[in-house]
């Protein structure tokens, strides 16, 4: 398997480092269209996923795909990879710096392997979490080459919890830390993972949003709460994830939960009204 996870990292490493560089020369230059979800799009973002695509097929024919722009049906391979090509459309369209290309590989409906590439900021993380899949490899999460871990702090007002547009409700209400918000799902769980937040609540982010970001937050000693009944992994094969949303709470370390999830959990409930 070693020759395996190598192979994996290589091939997210230069296929975001290209894909990178030619996004950079359309950086707050294309005007977005409205998808039928309400999301953005860019000609960019289709470029890149087709890109992206045709390089999996290339290198890894035995494995499926998951894309935002294209392949919304969870196939039937064991070996999935799912993909954003750019999370944080209207932050690149718009000409703020927080954009990224998301790689997930899932086994089996599962995260195990996730590669996030900030072109803008030159920042690469990357991290490996294997669960209860019972696979072998490299452990923990990256930033730059670096290990990188969650923080162990309480929280507190010299701490930071980041929130998506729409859980901004939170801002009406006591929260034990100082709330940011970076437009970019990914962004906000990886702030997490590299200490930089306790924490991190998303309402409605798609499977292409967080499968990137979730193995190497836990790779990081990071836990995700799913704001709904519902267990989410191992994801279903066959099943249209094209409407499905994942409300979640990203945390540094458990005790953290009990503290953010009370104060969050709304969020769960408002994204089901959102999404019906």
């Given amino acids: 398997m070693i020759y395996f996870w190598q192979q994996v990292y290589n091939f997210c490493q230069h296929i975001t480092a290209r894909i990178g560089d030619k996004l950079l020369e359309d950086f707050a230059k294309l005007e977005p269209t409205r998808k039928a979800d309400g999301s953005l799009v860019t000609a960019a973002d289709k470029w890149a996923d087709k890109e992206i695509r045709e390089a999996i097929k290339q290198c890894f024919p035995t494995h499926g795909m998951l894309t935002e722009e294209t392949e919304h049906v969870l196939p039937m391979n064991d070996w999935c990879w799912v993909i954003d090509p750019i999370d944080g459309t209207t932050n690149f369209t ?61 929280a507190s007002m ?52 967080i499968a990137g970001a979730y193995p190497i937050l836990r790779g990081a000693g990071g836990q995700l709460v799913h704001l709904e009944p519902d267990k989410v992994f191992p994801l279903t094969q066959g099943l249209d994830y094209s409407k499905r949303g994942f409300p979640s709470l990203s945390v540094a370390h458990p005790k953290l939960i009990d503290e953010f999830k009370p104060l969050v959990e709304f969020i769960g409930e408002k994204a089901k009204v959102l999404q019906n």
């Avoid at 993380?125 to 702090?153: C, E, M, Q, V």
């Avoid at 997490?192 to 306790?198: I, M, T």
């Fill in 94 to 154: 718009r000409g703020l710096p927080i954009w990224g290309i998301s790689i997930g590989l899932l086994f089996k409906g599962t995260p195990v392997f996730g590669f996030v590439h900030f072109p803008q900021i030159q920042q690469t993380y990357h991290g490996y979490y294997y669960g209860d899949t019972g696979l072998t490899g490299p452990k923990g999460a990256f930033l730059n080459g670096d290990r990188i871990y969650t923080s162990t702090a309480d």
């Fill in 158 to 209: 010299n701490h930071i919890f980041t929130v998506c547009a729409r859980s901004t409700e939170i801002l009406t209400r006591y929260f034990p830390c100082k709330i940011r918000l970076t437009g970019v799902a990914s962004y906000n769980m990886l702030l997490v993972a590299c200490g930089a937040a306790l924490g991190a609540v998303e309402a409605t982010p798609k499977i292409w949003d």
